[in-house]
Nanobody
Framework: QVQLVESGGGLVQAGGSLRLSCVAS????????MEWYRQAPGNLRELVAGISSGGSTNYADFVKGRFTISRDNAKNTAFLQMNSLKPDDTAVYYC???????????WGQGTQVTVSS
C-alpha cells in the first residue's frame, strides 16, 4: 500500500509564498509522474503542475512563472513552491503520483491553501 501526505498549506496574504510538500511512503518500487492538482469550492479539480521521473515539468497557464514543481527521488517527495500568490489560488491542493510499471495512481488527502486579498 502507498500513502501520500501533503503539508505546507495555510493562510497567506496576496503576493506571499508557500511551499507544499508531498511525501510518499509504503510499497513503492518506482514513482513515475508526480503531479499537483487543486480544487476550489464549486469547481472541478484541475492540474496545476507535473514532473516526470526524469525531471521534465509542465505547468498550467495560470501558474506559469509563479509556481515551481520539483522532486527529491531519494526521499519520494514532491514540492510545489508557490510565489506571488493570488486570491484565485485559494483551493485544496492535492498530490497525485503513479507508480510502477502499471502506473497505479494514488492521491493525497489534500492541504488547504487560502490567499487573502
Amino acid at each position: 500500500q502507498v500513502q501520500l501526505v501533503e503539508s505546507g498549506g495555510g493562510l497567506v496574504q496576496a503576493g506571499g509564498s508557500l511551499r507544499l510538500s508531498c511525501v510518499a511512503s509504503g510499497s513503492i518500487f518506482r514513482i513515475n509522474r508526480m503531479e499537483w492538482y487543486r480544487q476550489a469550492p464549486g469547481n472541478l479539480r484541475e492540474l496545476v503542475a507535473g514532473i516526470s521521473s526524469g525531471g521534465s515539468t509542465n505547468y498550467a497557464d495560470f501558474v506559469k512563472g509563479r509556481f515551481t514543481i520539483s522532486r527529491d527521488n531519494a526521499k519520494n517527495t514532491a514540492f510545489l513552491q508557490m510565489n506571488s500568490l493570488k486570491p484565485d489560488d485559494t483551493a485544496v491542493y492535492y498530490c497525485k503520483i503513479d507508480v510502477g510499471i502499471y502506473g497505479y495512481v494514488y492521491w493525497g488527502q489534500g492541504t488547504q491553501v487560502t490567499v487573502s486579498s
